[in-house]
Structure formats: C-alpha cells, structure tokens
T-cell receptor, first 114, second 118 residues
Framework: NAGVTQTPKFRVLKTGQSMTLLCAQD?????MYWYRQDPGMGLRLIHY???????AKGEVPDGYNVSRLKKQNFLLGLESAAPSQTSVYFC?????????????FGPGTRLTVT | AQKVTQAQTEISVVEKEDVTLDCVYE???????LFWYKQPPSGELVFLIR??????QNEISGRYSWNFQKSTSSFNFTITASQVVDSAVYFC???????????????FGTGTLLAVQP
C-alpha cells in the first residue's frame, strides 16, 4: 500500500516548456486534489476532482490543466511554464465515505521554471 | 469567506520548553472541520489531528494537545516538553462540510516554523 505517489520528485523547466505531473493513489479514494506551496503562502488549491472524469477549479487554477481519466490517477499539466509556477506541488486524496475529511498527501514535486 | 490565520511566522524554543502554536479561523458555516498538519524538513505533510465543529473537547495525544474554542474561533496546538524532532512547519487548516457534491476542500494557514534548539 503506497498511499499517494507523485512523479517526478524534481523537475527543472525552461520558460515556455510543457510538462505533466502524475499523481497516483491506491486507496480507492473518490476525491483528489492538486495544491501548490509557496514560501509564506501555505498551500493553495489549484484543481480538484470529485470522481473519475470530473474536475473543477480551485483557488489558483490559471496556467494549469488537469485530467482524471482513471479513478486512481490525477494529472496536472502546465502547457507553457512560467517562472511564477516555480513551486512545490502536492497531490492529495480523500474518501467520500466515513472518514471523509482527512486528506492524504503525496511527497511533493519540486518544480523550478527558469 | 473562509480564512485561517497563523500569526506566528517563526518560533524558536529550547528543548524541553512548552510551546503553543496559534490558529484562528473564519467561516460562516456552522459545520466544519479543523486540522493540524506537520511538515518536517524532509517536506512531506503529516496529518496530526482532525476536529469537527461540534466537538469542543480538548484532546491530548502524548506530548501534543489541542485547545478548540468556538467562542474565539481558535484551535491552538501545544507541544509539551519540546524535542529537536518537533522542528518543522506546522499548518492549521479548515474544511467546509458540503453534503451532496462535497469536495472536502482544505483552506490552509500560512504555517508556523518551529525551531527547537538542543
């Protein structure tokens, strides 16, 4: 049981390049989230998904796209990276049943855009 | 709008001292959840506690204790006899409760960096 995993752990991009961050969970959770963490700002929600095939915008969605084609995976895409997207990205998941309000976090992806 | 405020940006204590991390929240909801997460230097987020808005009992878990006061919208976290391994960033977070289409979105505070000196 790996919990929530994120790929890659580190990445350096040049301005204008694109990339996809992969989040995978093996807990059969319905809900999945992408956050970014910046110094002094805490974690802010980028996009989230309440189920396979559905996504919604969070607090800071601009410049990002997401897809949830499979229940266990949640992809975060940057079509044209900008230096302002330099951040640590965390994926999280939670169940819609029972203990539904606890989110389980992945280890994070550190992204630098030069 | 929902908001979580952690006014203490950094706290430094000497080992074995007690330390309290403050958290003040704002919400119009009558039902909500509050959380504390720990982020050690390695970077992962570790869940510490969840408290729902109907349960104002204080909770103690080993050296950790939490004081939830609805009257002052505060959910403070105390570490007793701090240790070097407690050095981390601690986040307080608020989750709204939406029935039917619930999203469990978390609103995080900006975090408090706790440094415990040996």
């Amino acid at each position: 049981n790996a919990g929530v995993t994120q790929t890659p752990k580190f990445r350096v991009l040049k301005t204008g390049q694109s990339m996809t961050l992969l989040c995978a969970q093996d807990m059969n959770h319905e809900y999945m989230y992408w956050y970014r963490q910046d110094p002094g700002m805490g974690l802010r929600l980028i996009h989230y998904s309440v189920g396979e095939g559905t996504t919604a915008k969070g607090e800071v969605p601009d410049g990002y796209n997401v897809s949830r084609l499979k229940k266990q995976n949640f992809l975060l895409g940057l079509e044209s990276a900008a230096p302002s997207q330099t951040s640590v990205y965390f994926c999280a998941s939670s169940t819609a049943q029972g203990n539904r309000y606890e989110q389980y976090f992945g280890p994070g992806t550190r992204l630098t855009v030069t | 709008a929902q908001k979580v405020t952690q006014a203490q940006t950094e706290i430094s204590v000497v080992e074995k001292e007690d330390v309290t991390l403050d958290c003040v929240y704002e919400t119009r909801d009558t039902t909500y959840y509050l959380f504390w997460y720990k982020q050690p230097p390695s970077g992962e987020l570790v869940f510490l506690i969840r408290r729902n808005s109907f349960d104002e009992q204080n909770e103690i878990s080993g050296r950790y204790s939490w004081n939830f006061q609805k009257s002052t919208s505060s959910f403070n976290f105390t570490i007793t006899a701090s240790q070097v391994v407690d050095s981390a960033v601690y986040f307080c977070a608020l989750s709204e409760v939406n029935y039917g289409g619930a999203t469990n979105k978390l609103i995080f505070g900006t975090g408090t960096l706790l440094a415990v000196q040996p």
